[in-house]
């Protein structure tokens, strides 16, 4: 029997259609961000400090070094220690064509990668190291403070990026910078396991790996003479020196790793999964390491960049380039060729995502949607304790303002009725004080918004596996269509649909209680799905029936959602 067989749920009628393309005139407002600021005790101080404290640094470095250079002891440390670690073995193979082509590829996912990732954090522009996101607890951001005695959720909270730095750079964009961000990134990590087996697999890994504890004063001696402007020779056709070595290592094998790791640990899924360690891991203090790795691989690209123009660019590029060992400029024109396909990349990323984002959206779930379902199959158990709740829980999402809900929520919900129907044996309306008269089960658990926060807090309801047990789900049925009492935010009624499977897992609950209170309504109230292995924009609030369904492709734009129809969530 199917779906369509059956009396369709009322409120299939109030879903709205959504368009393919990004329409910037139903976007929500640009919202300027600040120049970002570091939190030092209790003072923020703005990165542009940094420029006229490098510049004086810098200069105050290349005068120290040179004078130290003129010392006795100094010249006979460099005379012993040149820059290379002599007892660090060649490389015979110079570099080949896999190397190159990999150097390339690992160039243009960047771009990507970097301009999605600063997307995403545009969405909530600050970063804490505690699991909970008081505001004042930020250590970095470039949005203002909250403000207060109003009510500021955390969409209010997103700032604009310009069009040319952010993919696709329109304010609230996440949706789309994350298919940008994640699939890329699934590239990337391709790229670089061929990476590791093609240099394993040649003598290419002496060229990274140090061999010996001479590589310290080596990188020591090359500093000093780098920053005295007197270079050292270049020896990389068979060897870095010992400052290269490192810290190339650095990115190769300890940066990239670090960054996937912490990328992982902010999916809900992942993290929630993981007990005690996902405890010690939270999500917070992963975004701020994942940050501090994304500025480590900016910095050393911009290094690496710099190096390249004043070590010498003809026979830098004629080795990463042309594989050549020359006097001729072999390398150049790829050089140029490279940097040409780089620049349109960047110049038509942001134009082409806004008049294709349905196919960025699909592509997106076709290269990583199995990775999601994969990481939804995880059990997340892990639950913390009381004194662990947070002080405070950002408020998100567009609350009901229907004169229906003003009087349900002025009789304290008595007249509220949760419908339940679709492919069922026992179609129900529930009352919310049934809801209450049934098991009640507690929990406190981590909350993973898309956007970026989190909180901990204790939710008290009933499991959705008794819902299914009144109910019995149809052999059929593979969905529930969760909808909600609120529309979007581009009209139309809000909805979320969820596979039954993750229904039955022991942590799903219809929510009525929030930290031992009931519910409030800037919370979803009278009802709200709690889901623990799913981001937050996925636990419907302010529920007003459930339909479970063998398909969702007859709902809304047939995405699977609200935000997947109109803001091109996955």
Same mark, same amino acid.
């Given at each position: 029997?199917?779906?369509?067989?059956?009396?369709?749920?009322?409120?299939?009628?109030?879903?709205?259609?959504?368009?393919?393309?990004?329409?910037?005139?139903?976007?929500?407002?640009?919202?300027?961000?600040?120049?970002?600021?570091?939190?030092?005790?209790?003072?923020?101080?703005?990165? *542009?400090?940094?420029?006229?404290? %490098?510049?004086?640094?810098?200069?105050? #470095?290349? &005068?120290?070094? +040179?004078?130290? $250079?003129?010392?006795?002891?100094?010249?006979?440390?460099?005379?012993?220690?040149?820059?290379?670690?002599?007892?660090?073995?060649?490389?015979?193979?110079?570099?080949?064509?896999?190397?190159?082509?990999?150097?390339?590829?690992?160039?243009?996912?960047?771009?990507?990668?970097?301009?999605?990732?600063?997307?995403?954090?545009?969405?909530?522009?600050?970063?804490?190291?505690?699991?909970?996101?008081?505001?004042?607890?930020?250590?970095?951001?470039?949005?203002?403070?909250?403000?207060?005695?109003?009510?500021?959720?955390?969409?209010?909270?997103?700032?604009?990026?310009?069009?040319?730095?952010?993919?696709?750079?329109?304010?609230?964009?996440?949706?789309?910078?994350?298919?940008?961000?994640?699939?890329?990134? *699934?590239?990337?990590?391709?790229? %670089?396991?061929?990476?590791?087996?093609? #240099?394993? &697999?040649?003598? +290419?890994?002496? $060229?990274?790996?140090?061999?010996?504890?001479?590589?310290?004063?080596?990188?020591?001696?090359?500093?000093?003479?780098?920053?005295?402007?007197?270079?050292?020779?270049?020896?990389?056709?068979?060897?870095?020196?010992?400052?290269?070595?490192?810290?190339?290592?650095?990115?190769?094998?300890?940066?990239?790793?670090?960054?996937?790791?912490?990328?992982?640990?902010?999916?809900?899924?992942?993290?929630?999964?993981?007990?005690?360690?996902?405890?010690?891991?939270?999500?917070?203090?992963?975004?701020?390491?994942?940050?501090?790795?994304?500025?480590?691989?900016?910095?050393?690209?911009?290094?690496?960049?710099?190096?390249?123009?004043?070590?010498?660019?003809?026979?830098?590029?004629?080795?990463?380039?042309?594989?050549?060992?020359?006097?001729?400029?072999?390398?150049?024109?790829?050089?140029? #060729?490279?940097?040409?396909?780089?620049?349109?990349?960047?110049?038509?990323?942001?134009?082409?995502?806004?008049?294709?984002?349905?196919?960025?959206?699909?592509?997106?779930?076709?290269?990583?949607?199995?990775?999601?379902?994969?990481?939804?199959?995880?059990?997340?158990?892990?639950?913390?304790?009381?004194?662990?709740?947070?002080?405070?829980?950002?408020?998100?999402?567009?609350?009901?303002?229907?004169?229906?809900?003003?009087?349900?929520?002025?009789?304290?919900?008595?007249?509220?009725?949760?419908?339940?129907?679709?492919?069922?044996?026992?179609?129900?309306?529930?009352?919310?004080?049934?809801?209450?008269?049934?098991?009640?089960?507690?929990?406190?658990?981590?909350?993973?918004?898309?956007?970026?926060?989190?909180?901990?807090?204790?939710?008290?309801?009933?499991?959705?596996?008794?819902?299914?047990?009144?109910?019995?789900?149809?052999?059929?049925?593979?969905?529930?269509?969760?909808?909600?009492?609120?529309?979007?935010?581009?009209?139309?009624?809000?909805?979320?649909?969820?596979?039954?499977?993750?229904?039955?897992?022991?942590?799903?609950?219809?929510?009525?209680?929030?930290?031992?209170?009931?519910?409030?309504?800037?919370?979803?109230?009278?009802?709200?799905?709690?889901?623990?292995?799913?981001?937050?924009?996925?636990?419907?609030?302010?529920?007003?029936?459930?339909?479970?369904?063998?398909?969702?492709?007859?709902?809304?734009?047939?995405?699977?959602?609200?935000?997947?129809?109109?803001?091109?969530?996955?």
């Amino acid at each position: 029997m199917s779906d369509r067989a059956r009396k369709p749920e009322p409120l299939e009628t109030a879903l709205s259609h959504a368009d393919d393309h990004l329409l910037v005139d139903h976007w929500m407002p640009p919202q300027a961000g600040i120049i970002p600021r570091v939190r030092i005790g209790r003072r923020w101080i703005s990165v *542009l400090w940094a420029l006229p404290i %490098g510049s004086v640094a810098l200069m105050v #470095l290349i &005068a120290v070094a +040179q004078a130290l $250079r003129e010392l006795p002891q100094v010249k006979a440390f460099i005379a012993q220690h040149p820059g290379i670690a002599q007892a660090a073995p060649s490389v015979d193979s110079g570099f080949p064509w896999w190397l190159q082509l990999q150097h390339f590829a690992n160039m243009f996912f960047m771009l990507f990668i970097i301009r999605a990732g600063l997307q995403i954090l545009a969405d909530h522009p600050r970063l804490y190291w505690r699991r909970d996101c008081t505001p004042g607890t930020d250590w970095f951001r470039f949005q203002r403070p909250v403000p207060k005695g109003r009510i500021w959720t955390a969409k209010d909270d997103s700032v604009t990026l310009p069009t040319w730095l952010g993919i696709p750079g329109l304010r609230h964009t996440l949706g789309l910078a994350r298919w940008w961000h994640f699939s890329i990134n *699934l590239l990337w990590v391709i790229n %670089g396991v061929l990476f590791y087996g093609l #240099l394993f &697999a040649t003598d +290419q890994w002496r $060229r990274l790996v140090p061999l010996t504890w001479e590589v310290f004063p080596a990188a020591l001696s090359t500093a000093i003479q780098y920053a005295s402007l007197n270079f050292p020779v270049d020896h990389s056709w068979t060897r870095y020196n010992g400052l290269q070595q490192l810290s190339y290592f650095v990115t190769v094998f300890v940066a990239a790793p670090v960054s996937i790791a912490t990328g992982l640990m902010q999916s809900p899924a992942i993290a929630n999964s993981l007990g005690w360690l996902g405890r010690v891991l939270n999500r917070q203090a992963m975004r701020s390491f994942h940050f501090i790795s994304f500025a480590w691989f900016v910095t050393f690209i911009t290094m690496h960049g710099v190096m390249v123009f004043i070590t010498g660019l003809r026979q830098n590029t004629n080795h990463m380039f042309a594989g050549v060992e020359s006097e001729a400029w072999a390398g150049l024109p790829l050089f140029l #060729l490279a940097m040409g396909v780089m620049a349109i990349a960047w110049l038509l990323a942001s134009p082409f995502t806004k008049r294709h984002a349905r196919l960025v959206q699909r592509t997106g779930r076709f290269m990583i949607g199995w990775l999601r379902t994969l990481a939804t199959r995880t059990d997340p158990r892990t639950q913390f304790d009381e004194s662990d709740i947070s002080p405070f829980f950002w408020p998100n999402g567009t609350m009901p303002n229907s004169p229906a809900f003003g009087a349900l929520a002025s009789g304290a919900f008595a007249d509220y009725r949760l419908r339940i129907s679709g492919l069922i044996e026992a179609p129900q309306e529930l009352s919310l004080a049934f809801l209450k008269a049934m098991t009640k089960q507690a929990q406190i658990t981590d909350h993973f918004c898309i956007q970026g926060w989190s909180g901990v807090a204790k939710w008290g309801g009933v499991p959705m596996r008794d819902i299914l047990d009144l109910v019995r789900p149809l052999p059929e049925a593979r969905y529930a269509v969760f909808y909600s009492l609120a529309d979007g935010a581009d009209g139309g009624r809000y909805y979320d649909v969820h596979d039954l499977a993750n229904m039955r897992h022991h942590l799903t609950l219809l929510a009525y209680e929030m930290n031992g209170e009931p519910l409030n309504i800037l919370h979803g109230a009278p009802l709200r799905l709690r889901c623990e292995n799913q981001l937050g924009y996925k636990m419907v609030k302010w529920i007003a029936a459930i339909e479970f369904v063998e398909s969702f492709a007859h709902l809304g734009a047939g995405q699977g959602g609200y935000n997947e129809d109109h803001e091109f969530y996955g």
